[in-house]
């Protein structure tokens, strides 16, 4: 408020030396046309609304004037408001040079707030403010409730009963180890017929498998490669209890008796909510972007084998930062750090699919 307050004061003052050269029959015809814009603006605006540097302006330059000369002017408060914005402004400051020395409880170290009291509450949903006090005193760090329940309050977290609830996102992330998720994705050929493709992800390890690509997705044909889905992960001894999936008509009540006879649960997303199958949603965009963007499909016997190469590569070369840049089958070599290795190495690159991916080792 005080910066500004300072430039309407630099304002004004300019203004004012602007006015010395004007004669006074310009003042006059100045001040009626800014009557009646201010009229004009009456009209418009019902009730308006000023901030505490309006009203300082304003009290600052009218309050010399008496009253009965204030009930002429054509302003936008009643004239009883100035005088008592410039009782309250002179209130403030009063106060302001007679505020007192603190007294009461010495403040809370700064490290109770950050990493005690707010890291509690993140990883306890279930504890309030009182609960965590008794932790604190558990651990010889005596502060009051109060300030346990002022600093939650601060920090913008909410009451327990509010925190206790279940989010999707915090579900997937608690339980990423046992959820599959699978969906079909369409891919166009040369000659622009339509094909289908059926994939699945595991959240944890960010593997892929593609399980099949067919121009007539039926339900018998989708029951199929769900056995061939559980006969994989049987050889690769998965622990998945969940799968999720939308609620495309292919997904027949049979595919989800098979999958439960199998021992996995099927969640199906809300309706029109892909941010639910969120994970996989993400792997078909970068599938397209890496491969049908950049490769001419011939026909339904080309699809497979670029598919093949695709989760070959996608699965153990490809980066991806939620696994700390390594990819789902092949985790990070050891870091280079002395620099005339950096300075010697030898990186031979290896195409895919023509040239479309490109992988990146060092030669041996």
């Given at each position: 408020?005080l910066?500004?307050?300072?430039?309407?004061?630099?304002?004004?003052t300019?203004?004012?030396?602007?006015?010395?050269?004007?004669?006074?029959?310009?003042?006059?015809?100045?001040?009626?046309?800014?009557?009646?814009?201010?009229?004009?603006?009456?009209?418009?605006?019902?009730?308006?609304?000023?901030?505490?540097?309006?009203?300082?302006?304003?009290?600052?330059?009218?309050?010399?004037l008496?009253?009965?000369?204030?009930?002429?002017?054509?302003?936008?408060?009643?004239?009883?408001?100035?005088?008592?914005?410039?009782?309250?402004?002179?209130?403030?400051?009063?106060?302001?040079?007679?505020?007192?020395?603190?007294?009461?409880?010495?403040?809370?170290?700064?490290?109770?707030?950050a990493?005690?009291?707010?890291?509690l509450?993140?990883?306890?949903?279930?504890?309030?403010?009182?609960?965590?006090?008794?932790?604190?005193?558990?651990?010889?760090?005596?502060v009051?409730?109060?300030?346990?329940?002022e600093?939650?309050?601060?920090?913008?977290i909410?009451?327990?009963?509010?925190?206790?609830?279940?989010?999707?996102?915090d579900?997937?992330?608690?339980q990423?180890?046992?959820?599959?998720?699978?969906?079909?994705?369409?891919?166009?050929?040369?000659?622009?017929?339509?094909?289908?493709?059926?994939?699945?992800?595991?959240?944890?390890?960010r593997?892929?498998?593609?399980?099949?690509a067919?121009?007539?997705?039926?339900?018998e044909?989708?029951?199929?490669?769900?056995?061939?889905?559980?006969?994989d992960?049987?050889?690769?001894?998965?622990?998945?209890?969940?799968?999720?999936?939308?609620?495309?008509?292919?997904?027949?009540?049979?595919?989800?008796?098979?999958?439960?006879?199998?021992?996995?649960?099927?969640v199906?997303?809300?309706?029109?909510?892909?941010?639910?199958?969120?994970?996989?949603?993400?792997?078909?965009?970068?599938?397209?972007?890496?491969?049908?963007?950049?490769?001419?499909?011939?026909?339904?016997?080309?699809?497979?084998?670029?598919?093949r190469?695709?989760?070959?590569?996608?699965?153990?070369?490809?980066?991806?930062?939620?696994?700390?840049?390594?990819?789902?089958?092949r985790?990070?070599?050891?870091?280079i750090n002395?620099p005339?290795?950096?300075?010697?190495?030898?990186?031979?690159?290896?195409?895919r699919?023509?040239?479309?991916?490109?992988?990146?080792q060092?030669?041996t």
């Open positions: 408020m910066l500004r307050l300072a430039c309407l004061a630099v304002t004004h300019f203004a004012f030396l602007r006015l010395l050269p004007m004669s006074d029959r310009d003042k006059d015809v100045e001040i009626l046309a800014l009557r009646h814009q201010l009229l004009v603006l009456q009209r418009q605006v019902g009730k308006p609304t000023f901030t505490d540097t309006d009203r300082a302006v304003l009290a600052g330059l009218l309050h010399h008496p009253m009965d000369k204030l009930r002429h002017l054509l302003l936008l408060v009643r004239p009883d408001t100035l005088p008592r914005w410039h009782r309250d402004l002179l209130k403030r400051c009063h106060a302001a040079a007679c505020v007192p020395k603190r007294r009461g409880r010495p403040p809370t170290i700064r490290s109770i707030r990493a005690l009291v707010v890291r509450a993140g990883e306890n949903a279930s504890w309030g403010y009182r609960r965590i006090h008794g932790e604190l005193a558990a651990l010889g760090i005596k009051a409730a109060s300030t346990v329940w600093i939650l309050r601060e920090h913008g909410p009451p327990t009963p509010e925190r206790q609830s279940t989010t999707w996102a579900f997937l992330r608690s990423a180890e046992a959820l599959l998720a699978c969906d079909l994705f369409e891919v166009r050929t040369l000659t622009g017929a339509r094909l289908y493709v059926f994939a699945v992800i595991e959240h944890a390890t593997r892929v498998r593609i399980l099949g067919g121009a007539h997705p039926t339900a044909w989708i029951v199929q490669l769900g056995r061939n889905l559980l006969m992960l049987q050889d690769a001894s998965s622990r998945a209890r969940f799968l999720i999936r939308d609620r495309d008509s292919k997904f027949t009540a049979a595919f989800d008796d098979l999958l439960t006879d199998a021992g996995l649960n099927v199906t997303t809300g309706i029109r909510i892909p941010r639910m199958n969120s994970h996989m949603e993400r792997w078909i965009q970068t599938c397209r972007r890496e491969l049908p963007d950049h490769t001419l499909i011939g026909n339904q016997s080309h699809l497979p084998h670029s598919l190469e695709f989760e070959t590569f996608y699965n153990c070369h490809r980066p991806h930062r939620a696994l700390g840049q390594a990819a789902p089958l985790p990070l070599p050891a870091p002395v005339e290795q950096i300075g010697h190495l030898e990186v031979r690159r290896r195409d699919l023509g040239g479309t991916l490109h992988e990146y060092h030669a």
